[in-house]
């Protein structure tokens, strides 16, 4: 089938609460359609007549931020439910997260009626990989799951922190998770909230849980170095110091003659630029691997 412009009244958001809310990828999406169009369809089931959204909420979102009124969408020959694993398996975007692969593994096994073993067969994934990520859903109490649908809480620190929290204590992760209010930690610290609930006894326990952003705050003023000791913070800081070089680079390039250059010295300019992709690209695989290259 080919792509085809479908209005938006006509999607049907049935799988929205399979994926985390991204602002910021959909303000970035927004701005680069507004520049240069809707590059990629999104993927949808025809269901009656109207469309069910299989792949592309954040280019919905985007769309409707710019008061779009149609989408490019590609319908598949597909049933849901094979269509949710084609999409799985084709993503090429923003890499999932343990939990939003929970998501769809308790979506497609609840509603299709799938067995483990086969959702495994499916996903080209072992059974303990399935067993893993359902059972973050599982032991992660609805609340806590929806301030990470909602991004609130980051899916990384829900899965490191939280879950583990849950296991020893459900009330209070979900307590915790209640009590931060619009507030967004970083991984860092709901990793501080944790650590320090583990090493508390009972009365200190109740204090984190009831106030955990007065906790925060206490910690803040106490330990000054902690953004040097935050791992976002040191890693943006890398990349950053990639930018500058970057711009620095361009720069020099700008204020010289290369059309003047001999071949030693264009052969020079080739390796130096050469080594610098290739180490740019060693730093983007990282990134990539955790989907932090978007």
Same mark, same amino acid.
């Given at each position: 089938?080919?792509?085809?412009?479908?209005?938006?009244?006509?999607?049907?958001? *049935?799988?929205?609460?399979?994926?985390? !809310?991204?602002?910021r @990828?959909?303000?970035?999406?927004?701005?680069?359609?507004?520049?240069?169009? =809707?590059?990629?369809? $999104?993927?949808? !089931?025809?269901?009656?007549?109207?469309? $069910?959204?299989?792949?592309?909420?954040c280019?919905?979102?985007?769309?409707?931020?710019?008061?779009?009124?149609t !989408?490019?969408?590609?319908?598949?020959?597909?049933?849901?439910?094979?269509?949710?694993? +084609?999409?799985?398996r084709?993503?090429?975007?923003?890499?999932?997260?343990?939990? &939003?692969?929970?998501?769809?593994?308790?979506?497609l096994?609840?509603? +299709?009626?799938?067995? =483990?073993?086969?959702?495994?067969?499916?996903?080209?994934?072992?059974?303990s +990989? !399935?067993?893993?990520?359902?059972?973050?859903?599982?032991?992660?109490? &609805?609340? $806590? @799951?929806?301030?990470?649908?909602d991004?609130?809480?980051?899916?990384?620190?829900? @899965?490191?922190?939280?879950?583990?929290?849950?296991?020893?204590?459900?009330?209070?992760?979900?307590?915790?998770?209640?009590?931060?209010?619009?507030?967004?930690?970083?991984?860092?610290? $709901?990793?501080?909230?944790? =650590?320090?609930?583990?090493?508390?006894?009972?009365?200190?326990?109740?204090?984190?849980?009831?106030?955990?952003?007065?906790?925060?705050?206490?910690?803040?003023?106490?330990?000054?170095?902690?953004?040097?000791?935050?791992?976002?913070?040191?890693?943006?800081?890398?990349? &950053?110091?990639?930018?500058? *070089?970057?711009?620095?680079?361009?720069?020099?390039?700008?204020?010289?003659?290369?059309?003047?250059?001999?071949e030693?010295?264009?052969?020079?300019?080739?390796?130096?630029?050469?080594?610098?992709?290739?180490? +740019?690209?060693?730093?983007?695989?990282?990134?990539? &691997?955790?989907?932090?290259?978007?």
């Amino acid at each position: 089938m080919t792509a085809t412009e479908v209005e938006l009244h006509r999607l049907e958001l *049935a799988y929205a609460d399979l994926r985390v !809310v991204e602002p910021r @990828q959909v303000a970035r999406l927004s701005a680069d359609i507004a520049e240069g169009g =809707q590059r990629q369809p $999104v993927l949808v !089931v025809p269901r009656d007549d109207r469309f $069910v959204l299989i792949d592309g909420y954040c280019r919905v979102a985007a769309l409707r931020r710019l008061g779009r009124d149609t !989408v490019l969408a590609l319908p598949l020959a597909l049933s849901e439910r094979d269509a949710l694993l +084609f999409a799985y398996r084709t993503h090429r975007g923003r890499r999932r997260s343990a939990i &939003e692969d929970g998501w769809l593994m308790r979506e497609l096994i609840e509603q +299709f009626g799938l067995k =483990q073993a086969e959702l495994a067969k499916m996903l080209s994934k072992s059974e303990s +990989f !399935v067993s893993r990520r359902l059972a973050l859903v599982v032991q992660l109490p &609805e609340s $806590v @799951q929806k301030a990470v649908r909602d991004g609130r809480i980051c899916a990384y620190a829900a @899965q490191r922190s939280l879950v583990p929290l849950a296991r020893a204590n459900r009330d209070h992760a979900e307590r915790l998770v209640a009590n931060l209010g619009d507030l967004r930690p970083t991984s860092r610290q $709901v990793s501080a909230l944790y =650590q320090a609930w583990r090493a508390a006894d009972r009365e200190t326990r109740e204090r984190i849980v009831a106030n955990p952003a007065l906790f925060l705050k206490a910690q803040g003023a106490e330990d000054p170095l902690a953004r040097e000791r935050d791992p976002a913070a040191l890693i943006a800081h890398a990349v &950053e110091v990639i930018a500058g *070089a970057c711009h620095a680079a361009r720069k020099v390039i700008r204020q010289q003659e290369l059309h003047l250059l001999d071949e030693v010295g264009r052969t020079a300019v080739s390796r130096a630029f050469k080594e610098a992709e290739l180490a +740019f690209r060693s730093v983007r695989g990282l990134l990539s &691997e955790e989907g932090l290259d978007a």
